[in-house]
C-alpha cells in the first residue's frame, strides 16, 4: 500500500537558520498540506497547495513559511528563520480529490535551539 | 468558528472489551466530514474511520465503528474487542468545505492486559 514519507525524521537546527523539511506524496495525490503539533497540543493546520498554489493558509503560516513542488515529487515546507516556538512535529498529507480524505505521512520532529 | 471537543483526555479498557470515545463538534455547515485519527507513539497518524455527514448510516470499519448523531453534534468511536496495539492516542477531527482538518485535543487510550 502506498504511503506518505518525510525525511528527515528528525531535524535538530539552531535558532535563525532555515531548515526545509520534505515529503514525497503518494503518486496519485494532486493536493498536499502541511500540519504541526507542538508538543502536547493540537494538531494544527499549516496550508494546503494545489496547482502549484497555495489554497488555503492558516494564521501559523506567516512569511516566514514556505510551500514548493520544486520536481512533480517533492513537497517542502521551509522555515526560513527558525524560531523556539517552530519546534514540533510537522506533518505532511495527501488527497487525490478535494474532498477526499487526507494521508498523512509519519512526521518529521524538528526541534530549534 | 468550529470546534472539536474531546472531553476524556484518558481512558483504559481491558483486552477484548468494548470502549467508546466521546466527541463533539461545533459547526454551522449542514455538509462536512469527520474522522477519527490514531497517533500510536511512532506519532504517525493514521485514519481509522471517517463519516459523511449527509449519511445517516454510521462508517464502520472491521472492530472500529461511530455513532454519528447530526443533530447532537456527536460522533463517537466505539472499539470492539479492543487489542494491545489500539494503545494510542485518538484524535477526532473536522472537515467542512474548505482543506483545513480541524482536530480536537485527543483521547489517551491505554488497553490493560
Known amino acids: 500500500e502506498p504511503e506518505v514519507t518525510q525525511t528527515p525524521s528528525h531535524q535538530v537546527t539552531q535558532m535563525g537558520q532555515e531548515v526545509i523539511l520534505r515529503c514525497v506524496p503518494i503518486s496519485n495525490h494532486l493536493y498536499f498540506y502541511w500540519y504541526r503539533q507542538i508538543l502536547g497540543q493540537k494538531v494544527e493546520f499549516l496550508v494546503s497547495?494545489?496547482?502549484?498554489?497555495?489554497?488555503?493558509k492558516s494564521e501559523i503560516f506567516d512569511d516566514q513559511f514556505s510551500v514548493e513542488r520544486p520536481d512533480g515529487s517533492n513537497f517542502t515546507l521551509k522555515i526560513r528563520s527558525t524560531k523556539l516556538e517552530d519546534s514540533a512535529m510537522y506533518f505532511c498529507a495527501g488527497s487525490g480529490g478535494s474532498t477526499d480524505t487526507q494521508y498523512f505521512g509519519p512526521g518529521t520532529r524538528l526541534t530549534v535551539l | 468558528a468550529q470546534t472539536v471537543t474531546q472531553s476524556q483526555p484518558e481512558m483504559s479498557v481491558q483486552e477484548a472489551e468494548t470502549v467508546t470515545l466521546s466527541c463533539t463538534y461545533d459547526?454551522?455547515?449542514?455538509?462536512?466530514?469527520l474522522f477519527w485519527y490514531k497517533q500510536p507513539p511512532s506519532r504517525q497518524m493514521i485514519l481509522v474511520i471517517r463519516?459523511?455527514?449527509?449519511?445517516?448510516q454510521n462508517a464502520t470499519e472491521n472492530r472500529f465503528s461511530v455513532n454519528f448523531q447530526k443533530a447532537a453534534k456527536s460522533f463517537s468511536l466505539k472499539i470492539s474487542d479492543s487489542q494491545l496495539g489500539d494503545a494510542a492516542m485518538y484524535f477526532c477531527a473536522y472537515r467542512s468545505y474548505l482543506f483545513e482538518i480541524i482536530f480536537g485535543k485527543g483521547t489517551r487510550l491505554h488497553i490493560l492486559p
Open positions: 463519516q459523511e455527514a449527509y449519511k445517516q
Open positions: 459547526t454551522s455547515e449542514s455538509d462536512y466530514y
Open positions: 497547495f494545489y496547482n502549484n498554489e497555495i489554497s488555503e
